[in-house]
């Protein structure tokens, strides 16, 4: 089965830094890939989403993943933050063919001024 | 632009209530999903309906049911409210076909006294 792991449950950064937030999946098959942002008191945003072509796959507000499949990674990035992109980031994988979305636990990302 | 909306948006129980969520979609997605989000653990999934009138088992189905009424909308009841539980239900949608990126609504907040 599928699964994901966010190894960092927090980072801090400043802002105008730039950013790196971690994921790792584990899947026999090449999986879908998404991240979400989740903003306090509401639900999960889509930031992004990748399944084959181009590894480095762009999204909103300056988001990009670079997808591995010597890693099994999907790390999200970002070249400078804004205060404003504090918040809980979420890594989520889907096997092909399958309608099933597991999600990893989740980063919380604090953007210090 | 759609929106999923999810009612009631705070519930408090009793212990052994039980209790019921709903989720309408207005996307015209034939698949969605229910989601449990506790603090620091991120999302796990309770059920899934892949189309009108199909439902599925997720990870954390023990304890709860769900019903697909019609497309655009689906429940889920927590059978037996455990004492002291919190957490956050988020109900998702995704249009046809696999490997889509859900949806969210802005969720639940369950407390259980």
């Known amino acids: 089965a599928q699964s994901v792991t966010q190894p960092d449950a927090r980072v801090t950064v400043s802002e105008g830094a730039s950013l790196q937030l971690r994921c790792k999946y584990s899947?026999?098959?090449?999986?879908?890939l998404f991240w979400y942002v989740q903003y306090p008191r509401q639900g999960l945003q889509l930031l992004l989403k990748?399944?084959?072509?181009?590894?480095v796959v762009q999204g909103v507000n300056g988001f990009e993943a670079e997808f591995s499949k010597s890693n099994s990674s999907f790390h999200l990035r970002k070249a400078s933050v804004h205060w404003s992109d504090s918040a809980v980031y979420f890594c989520?994988?889907?096997?092909?063919?399958?309608?099933?979305?597991?999600f990893g636990s989740g980063t919380r990302l604090l953007v210090s001024p | 632009g759609g929106i999923i909306t999810q009612t009631p948006k705070f519930l408090i129980g009793q212990e052994g209530q039980k209790l019921t969520l709903k989720c309408q979609q207005n996307?015209?997605?034939?698949?969605m999903y229910w989601y449990r989000q506790d603090s620091g653990k991120g999302l796990r999934l309770i059920y899934y309906?892949?189309?009108?009138?199909?439902?599925q088992k997720g990870d954390l189905s023990e304890g709860y049911d769900a019903s697909r009424e019609k497309k655009s909308s689906f429940s889920l009841t927590v059978t037996s409210a455990q004492k002291n539980e919190m957490a956050v239900f988020l109900c998702?949608?995704?249009?046809?076909?696999?490997?889509?990126?859900?949806?969210f609504g802005e969720g639940t907040r369950l407390s259980v006294l």
């Open positions: 309906s892949i189309t009108e009138n199909d439902l």
């Open positions: 899947s026999s098959v090449t999986p879908y």
């Open positions: 990748y399944y084959s072509g181009d590894p």
């Open positions: 998702a949608s995704s249009i046809q076909g696999n490997n889509q990126a859900p949806l």
């Open positions: 989520a994988v889907s096997i092909t063919g399958g309608y099933k979305v597991v």
């Open positions: 996307f015209n997605h034939d698949t």
